[in-house]
């Protein structure tokens, strides 16, 4: 479902942010967003994400395959990249990816680029596939 969104998003160019909740708990993180413990599904994050939604500018926190809170806060990174300089839903994601070991999927508002961080990385312009596979991988390493 957060694939199909991130694809959804993209054609778009819908900007989003969704942290997958792994093994350390992100509820310092929930709490500066708005509870909503509904069921992940593609039309639920795409239109939490669409303007002129109230919770659109802040990241969507998924733990157990539920969206427990969106529109939260989350920790910026002040790493740079070769590619150029990383807008605000970047760093938060990678921000997270780093502090934790949840995994972030990222949709550009402006280029409609799908991004994923894990482990401090910033994997940049992914298909919807590769996204797919990247976020299986790290959900399987939570098995290990």
């Known amino acids: 479902e957060i694939v199909d969104a991130a694809a959804q998003m993209k ?26 413990d509904a069921r992940v599904s593609a039309a639920l994050v795409v ?35 070769q590619e150029g300089f990383l807008g605000m839903r970047h760093r938060a994601g990678l921000g997270i990816a780093t502090v934790t070991d949840a995994v972030s999927v990222i949709v550009s508002e402006t280029s409609g680029r799908i991004s994923c961080a894990y482990r401090g990385r910033l994997l940049l312009n992914l298909t919807p596939s590769q996204l797919k596979y990247n976020i299986q991988q790290a959900l399987l390493k939570e098995a290990d």
Do not use: N
């Open 11 to 36: 054609d778009h160019k819908t900007g989003g942010l969704v942290v997958i909740e792994r093994e350390i708990g992100l509820r310092e993180y929930v709490e500066t967003g708005t509870r909503t």
């Open 47 to 81: 239109s939490l994400f669409t303007p002129p939604s109230p919770l659109h500018d802040g990241a969507v926190i998924v733990s157990a395959g539920q969206v427990t809170a969106a529109g939260c806060t989350l920790p910026l990174s002040d790493v740079t990249y």
